[in-house]
């Protein structure tokens, strides 16, 4: 876990939260409100990306999550309660965009998004689990999903976590074999991880936690 810890803060507490209309967020504790829950991720695509694409982070368009029937953006989620932590965890359908830098902004302007909406969160960036390339080949996925490219971004993320002063989890070094790349048995397509693999990332979750006053000592600013 590398904790990007400021000299000072650099948001703003409000009197009462803006209106800002997945992350995997965690309820803070005494709140009675529910959190949203997990968000389910779409399949990669297999179709030839170009070395231009735009890279957006739906945060506010997509209603990509239903809860009791009614359908929500990300942010809208968010709206729903007040949270002690927030988690994002994105970044490997993004590596068959080839827009290194369009990725980093969009990745910023996300945690931007999530920091208006729950000024008083810890906000965790989740780095991408290694692929195993083998597995990923004869399972037919695509030709970007490589470990290379891979840690191209997660130094990307690591570089917003330390702009944005957000914590990043190293979730690379905890999967990666002797050979850096996750185990074979680990997964059945070398990208999503099978119920065993899943529960140690939960239980890696569950360790690795800074507290907001540990993170934010100076508190913020009004």
């Not at 389910?40 to 070395?51: E, K």
């Not at 208006?116 to 290694?130: E, H, K, N, R």
């Amino acid at each position: 876990m590398t904790i990007c810890a400021p000299g000072r803060l650099l948001r703003t507490r409000r009197s009462s939260r803006t209106s800002c209309s997945k992350a995997n967020a965690s309820p803070r504790t005494g709140s009675t409100s529910k959190s949203p829950g997990i968000v389910g991720r779409p399949a990669w695509s297999t179709a030839p990306a170009s070395s231009h694409t735009t890279v957006v982070i739906p945060t506010a368009e997509k209603k990509a999550i239903t809860i009791d029937g009614t359908a929500y953006t990300l942010l809208e989620a968010l709206e729903l309660g007040e949270y002690g932590k927030v988690y994002l965890s994105l970044g490997v359908n993004e590596l068959g965009y080839y827009n290194d830098e369009g990725f980093y902004q969009a990745y910023c302007d996300a945690i931007d998004a999530i920091r208006a909406c729950q000024p008083d969160a810890v906000i965790y960036i989740q780095g991408l689990i290694p692929l195993n390339e083998s597995v990923v080949a004869a399972s037919g996925g695509p030709s970007y999903l490589t470990n290379e490219h891979l840690r191209v971004y997660n130094g990307l993320m690591q570089k917003a976590a330390e702009e944005k002063q957000v914590v990043f989890l190293d979730l690379y070094s905890e999967f990666a074999n002797e050979n850096g790349e996750l185990p074979e048995e680990a997964s059945k397509d070398g990208v999503h991880l099978k119920s065993d693999y899943c529960k140690q990332w939960l239980e890696y979750l569950k360790v690795h936690t800074v507290d907001f006053e540990t993170l934010y000592p100076e508190g913020t600013e009004t």
